[in-house]
């Protein structure tokens, strides 16, 4: 991407080495880098009560589609939304920590800036009597009704069974395309 900036390249490498995350990752990856972007609004807190933050452009989309989903009588519940580098270093040093192999790691979380959640336009969302990040989201009504709906208000699936890009199946993982 010929936007990306040396420094923000040069962060992101630093970033890789400090995980053990190989050089050749950024070349065998086929998620983009995301640069994180700069009109980040406040979301209503996430299902765990943390401040969450999205794009304004998506945060409307979200509220008009969480409104739907609500009429239709479905509660789509917000897990998580915008993440910074940072937080994706966080979540991969947890569970290296763990004893868990950074080549595993990588298969279930994208590098840090290659998180679509760096975005701010991506949401992982759940429903009532529903365990966060499971597959079986699939199984609610609430996936139902977005695989119908989602689209309406600019949101998709980005990882679906069988994608390109080798990440696991995230019936969960919705982005608002701009
Ligand atoms: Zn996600």
Redesign the pocket.
Known sequence: MSDVSDSFLDRIIQLHRDLGIPDSYRDACKLPLYIEPDDLVDTEPDYYQRPQKLTRAAHEAWLSMSQAARLDGLNLLLI?AFRGLDYQRDLIEKKLAQGQQITDILKVIAAPGYS??HSGR???LSTDNCRALEVEFEKTPAYQWLNKRARGFGFTLSFPEDNPYGITY?P??WCFQV
Do not use: I, L, N
């Open positions: 998580s679509e959640h991506a949401v992982d995230e969960w993982h």
